[in-house]
């Protein structure tokens, strides 16, 4: 049996490498796409909240913030308490492109599985999604613990 630090590292490789490799092809570069599917999965944030959230500069997603708005993907609205903030939410021309590129990156892997695993090798893999969850969703015991 291979050493869990092992099975970890391959792991995390393998991982990082299908993704890298599912996201080749979208038509948008990787940080617009990156902040559309933000938005679509938290509702409307401020350029600050969006820049926290990715790590970036305020002013770097200003810029990326304001691409959107002249794309016709993202709009900016008006805070219910605080007049000074402006959030930016995604238009339906927005929503529209992240259900596209969701589309195009799950059509994409369905393909590559239909095209290069067996019927059993498709159940050992649905398997494995259920196990890569429960990974994704563990908590570590005790304070201090997540690196």
Do not use: C, F, Y
Not at 34 to 56: C, K
Not at 109 to 135: H, K, M, Q
């Amino acid at each position: 049996m291979r050493d869990a630090s092992e099975v970890a590292a391959e792991l995390r490789l393998v991982v990082g490498q299908l993704v890298r490799r599912v996201r080749e092809d979208d038509p948008m570069p990787p940080g617009v796409i990156a902040v559309i599917g933000l938005l679509g999965r938290q509702g409307p944030m401020t350029t600050s909240e969006l820049a926290a959230a990715r790590r970036v500069r305020p002013q770097s997603m200003a810029r990326t913030v304001g691409h959107l708005i002249d794309q016709g993907l993202a709009e900016r609205g008006t805070h219910p308490v605080d007049g000074r903030k402006a959030p930016v939410s995604l238009t339906a021309a927005g929503l529209d492109a992240l259900e596209q590129v969701r589309a195009r990156r799950a059509d994409w892997l369905a393909e590559a599985i239909e095209d290069t695993l067996s019927p059993a090798e498709r159940e050992t893999l649905a398997g494995a999604v259920d196990l890569v969850r429960r990974l994704v969703d563990w908590e570590p015991s005790g304070p201090g613990n997540r690196t």
